[in-house]
């Protein structure tokens, strides 16, 4: 499998992909829930990219939903991730090809498809509110995601205190975006300890 002029489409694939692994993910917290979900998915979020055999498709989706499920913090566990091995060889490829691992995607290059940060954020952004307090209390939030949390308080807040809750996900997208497309939490939030810092601060909690 090859792949070619990922980098030249628009991102917003990217965005919409990581937003939806991240949902299942929050909901199921199951990785063959997932890893299904992804083949099935396949066509839609890698159609358009051009793959040297008709199974490309489906074998990125089986690497992106490992790679991104093992970055993972699932709340069933504490925000943490539940990582799941490199398939043995004999095993049946789990880019459901029919063929052993060995024979198939065991052959690709390694493959990283998201960051911790990418993961964390998005889901700072989906995570229900009460279940987003609990996640910023385990002190494993990233500050790219202390962001995004923070800024939800804020707006919560700013929402009730203006009797709308219209404008309260908008911003927060903008702002993922954003970060995402930069690639550094440096570069929106400055050092680590200030960023700690001024959520503790905005937020009441002990950061
Ligand atoms: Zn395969």
């Not at 930069?182 to 700690?196: D, E, K, N, T």
Request: glycine fraction near 6%.
């Amino acid at each position: 499998m090859a792949a070619k002029g990922a980098a030249s489409s628009s991102n917003d694939y990217v965005e919409q992909l990581l937003l939806e692994m991240v949902a299942h993910m929050l909901s199921h917290e199951d990785f063959e829930a997932l890893l299904t979900w992804m083949r099935d998915s396949a066509q839609r979020f890698f159609g358009h990219m051009d793959f040297v055999d008709e199974g490309g498709p489906r074998a990125l989706a089986a690497m992106v939903a490992r790679s991104a499920w093992n970055r993972m913090p699932l709340p069933g566990n504490h925000f943490k991730p539940r990582p799941v091995p490199t398939p043995g060889r004999n095993d049946s490829c789990p880019c459901n090809s029919g063929a052993k691992y060995k024979h198939c995607c065991a052959e690709l290059p390694s493959f990283e498809s998201f960051s911790a940060d990418d993961i964390w954020t998005a889901v700072a952004i989906q995570l229900p509110a009460a279940q987003l307090r609990v996640a910023i209390e385990t002190k494993r939030m990233p500050p790219i995601a202390l962001a995004e949390a923070a800024r939800r308080e804020l707006l919560a807040a700013f929402c009730a205190r203006a009797g709308s809750a219209e404008v309260a996900e908008r911003p927060i997208a903008r702002g993922w975006n954003r970060s995402l497309r930069s690639g550094s939490a440096s570069s929106v939030l400055g050092p680590r300890s200030s960023a700690r810092g001024a959520v503790g601060r905005l937020m009441d909690v002990d950061y």
